[in-house]
Nanobody
Framework: QVQLVESGGGLVQAGDSLKLTCQAS????????MGWFRQAPGKERESVAV????????HYADSVKVRFTISKDNAKNTLYLQMTSLKPEDTAVYYC?????????????????????WGQGTQVTVSS
């Protein structure tokens, strides 16, 4: 079982940048498909960015393309989300998640319900 702990959230102004970090323990993240998800008040949890086990393939929500970058450092067992040009609509609790990596190491998973492990979340608030 893998444990996930997010950090790096905070209160920023529109246009600012933040970098979220997800520290994994218990298992090596090289064995997992990983992703960042977010949930705003009154809304369903949505996919923000996901990455394949080998880190070579990624997928982004249309709303964050170009602005956000997902990456992983398998040696540090850490997942990152670099967020730039933040907008008020990016305000949400951001979660890191891991899915047991059956199948191709090049594949990623977008659907939140298919992930097996979740962190506790970190709040990102963007003021206008």
């Amino acid at each position: 079982q893998v444990q996930l702990v997010e950090s790096g959230g905070g209160l920023v102004q529109a246009g600012d940048s933040l970098k979220l970090t997800c520290q994994a323990s218990g298992r090596e993240i090289s064995n997992y498909r990983m992703g960042w998800f977010r949930q705003a008040p009154g809304k369903e949890r949505e996919s923000v960015a996901v990455i394949s086990r080998n880190g070579l393939n990624t997928h982004y929500a249309d709303s964050v393309k170009v602005r956000f970058t997902i990456s992983k450092d398998n040696a540090k067992n850490t997942l990152y989300l670099q967020m730039t040009s933040l907008k008020p609509e990016d305000t949400a609790v951001y979660y890191c998640a891991a899915k047991r990596g059956f199948g191709s190491e090049n594949a990623y998973t977008v659907t939140p319900g298919e992930y097996d492990y979740w962190g506790q979340g970190t709040q990102v608030t963007v003021s206008s």
